[in-house]
């Protein structure tokens, strides 16, 4: 323990807002919570909370919404929650690095670096992986895209990935940013081992789906192959 | 490449109509403002069915690989404007938006997804509209 004591309703609001994250992922306004199939019943997450504690401070955003899918007499709708569409970040001292970020990937697109800018990504991610070499299988991958904030999950025998680490940029200039995160992440998991990161996009998350390369195209993929 | 990528438009959601050479499968043979510039001229419900389209979908895989096939456009060559449903534009009108914007920076009636505007803001221009880009 440090310095720093949670309390139970700190602890509270933190297990519900992990909840909410791992229940729906970040839409676009209106784009596409609509129209994906929630990953669980109900599709955001219903859970008790101090009335108020919650979403204060604009974490959370919450609704009613009957979890039953029906209307007419039964129970009560429930609170429901979702993460915020909005951004909070926090540096001491003040740091700008998003207006820094813009503005370079601005300077990027217009001067036409993609394959420069993509070389750096995949020279970051080789950094990033370390002497631990490639990446051993999907299971791996999964811990290695936490540790980044990509929120990976399995879906059909691959992962995906719920949160986009480079949102604001990515949005303002999705080719240049989509194709520098897919390097990266090339450069992080490998491109010789028994996994794969691949750009395939879809609303509302990551671009990239990370799948295991088939067998007779990667012999070594037998260090951790249990998907 | 592109017989997968105008299927995947056609049956995208909001997908409204795109420009086709006549007997062809796409518009590449049209070259209005010359031999090493092609047009794409579509029409969408919203544009956040556009988007989806463009940026969320395999249309962006072939997005990110642009450089390999287009030299960069030094000036703007994507402009948006709202439509009347049932209106097919052409390809001229497509060029005066895409002169307006280029002159006057966006407006309602020329704009770009960065600086977007409502069918309601471009109501003088183009009521009850669907945008259209190029």
């Known amino acids: ?227 | 490449m592109l017989d997968p990528v105008n299927a995947a438009a056609d049956t995208a959601p909001g997908f409204v109509w795109r420009l086709v050479e006549d007997g062809e499968a796409d518009a590449t043979g049209m070259r209005p403002l010359g031999e090493d510039v092609i047009v794409n001229l579509s029409v969408w419900e919203s544009q956040e069915a556009l988007w989806d389209f463009a940026y969320r979908s395999g249309h962006l895989e072939v997005m990110r690989r642009r450089r390999e096939w287009f030299h960069r456009h030094v000036e703007a060559h994507m402009v948006l404007w709202w439509v009347p449903a049932g209106h097919v534009p052409t390809v001229a009108e497509a060029l005066e938006r895409l002169a307006d914007l280029r002159e006057h920076g966006p407006s309602p009636r020329a704009f770009t997804f960065a600086s977007s505007h409502t069918a309601a803001e471009a109501a003088g221009h183009a009521p009850d509209g669907n945008p259209a880009t190029v």
């Open chain 1, 1 to 227: 323990m440090g310095p720093w004591r949670t309390s139970k309703r700190s602890r509270c609001c933190r297990t519900l807002y992990d909840a909410a994250c791992t229940s729906t992922s970040w839409p676009r306004a209106g784009r596409s919570a609509a129209t994906r199939p929630p990953r669980r019943p109900g599709g955001a997450h219903a859970r008790r909370a101090p009335p108020g504690q919650a979403d204060r401070g604009g974490l959370l955003e919450s609704g009613s919404r009957r979890l039953s899918g029906r209307s007419g007499p039964g129970p009560p709708p429930a609170k429901v929650y979702t993460r915020a569409r909005g951004e909070r970040s926090v540096s001491l001292p003040a740091r700008d690095y998003r207006t820094a970020a813009e503005l370079l990937a601005e300077a990027a697109e217009h001067a036409g670096l993609d394959a420069g800018l993509c070389a750096a990504a995949r020279r970051r991610g080789e950094a990033l992986r370390g002497p631990a070499g490639l990446c051993g299988g999907l299971d791996e991958a999964v811990e290695t895209l936490a540790a980044r904030g990509y929120e990976p999950y399995r879906e059909d025998g691959a992962v995906r990935m719920r949160n986009c680490p480079f949102h604001a940029v990515a949005e303002s200039f999705p080719p240049l940013v989509c194709g520098m995160n897919l390097a990266l992440l090339e450069g992080l998991l490998g491109t010789e081992g028994p996994v794969r990161a691949r750009m395939d996009a879809r609303p509302g998350e990551c671009c990239v789906v990370v799948e295991e390369e088939a067998v007779e195209a990667a012999p070594r993929a037998s260090k951790n192959n249990d998907d």
